[in-house]
């Protein structure tokens, strides 16, 4: 059964809220320049396309880290988690790389 008006408006609301959790967290200024890499930087540590997916996977990662205030232990293990991928995108980010 498709969603209602008010039932959509709802998701929105909370994915709204989630948002602006993440950017206003603990991890806002790695949020931030992670999704600031460009297309070229992340293709340089991720040249297989199917890799692509590890980076959509990290800034959500980060953007539950920021947005819940993980500990840094706790964000490290969370990438860790994702594997080497992961981990070769992560070190872009000086404050993220410096956690490894």
């Known amino acids: 059964m498709p969603e209602t008006r ?7 609301k909370e994915l709204a ?3 602006d959790e ?7 200024k790695e949020l931030d320049q ?5 297309k070229d930087q992340i293709e340089a540590v991720i040249p297989d ?3 692509t997916r ?6 959500k990662v980060i953007e539950e ?9 706790e964000l490290v293990e ?4 994702l594997g080497d991928t992961a981990i070769k995108i992560a070190k872009k980010i000086p404050t993220l790389a410096s956690l490894f």
């Open 17 to 19: 809220k989630k948002a």
């Open 78 to 81: 969370d990438i860790k988690e």
């Open 34 to 38: 992670l999704m600031k890499l460009s």
């Open 49 to 51: 396309t199917e890799d």
């Open 65 to 73: 880290a920021s947005r819940k205030n993980l500990t840094q232990a």
């Open 6 to 12: 008010e039932q959509r408006r709802q998701r929105l």
């Open 22 to 28: 993440s950017f206003n967290g603990k991890y806002k």
């Open 54 to 59: 590890t980076y959509s996977i990290l800034l």
